[in-house]
């Protein structure tokens, strides 16, 4: 497999496709519960269209990988648009309900 560069722009919301290596992985009990702990989380950081605060979208499926030893650094970049809106963002764009109430001060 040749190497790849990931820019951190906003290039990766453009249409196309995607090639990631294919990672095989063994969980144990208690990796797969920190593991979902962390996704539920991250989804409730994530789940509002930054624009409408809607959470209906489409999205790609591309699966990011979660490196255990650095949570902070996990993005989820698949591609999303905002069925209300049609707002193109990332789902790491995405951002939590409370912090889009924020956002409009209510």
């Given amino acids: 497999m040749k190497g790849f560069n990931i820019k951190k722009t906003k290039e990766h919301n ?7 290596p294919y990672v095989l992985s063994e969980h ?3 990796s797969l519960k920190s593991y979902n702990d962390f996704m539920n989380e991250y ?3 994530h789940e509002v ?3 409408c605060g809607s ?17 902070e650094d996990y993005k989820d970049l698949n591609r999303c648009k905002c069925i209300k809106c049609g707002n193109s ?5 995405r951002i939590s309900e409370e912090e889009y109430k ?5």
């Avoid at 959470?55 to 949570?71: R, V």
């Fill in 28 to 30: 144990t009990e208690e």
């Fill in 49 to 51: 269209c930054p624009k």
């Fill in 14 to 20: 453009l249409p196309g496709y995607i090639y990631v």
């Fill in 89 to 93: 963002h990332t789902c790491h764009d």
């Fill in 55 to 71: 959470t209906a979208h489409t999205s790609t499926l591309a699966g990011y990988i979660l490196n255990s030893d650095k949570p």
């Fill in 43 to 45: 989804k409730k950081k």
């Fill in 102 to 106: 924020n956002k409009l001060n209510l």
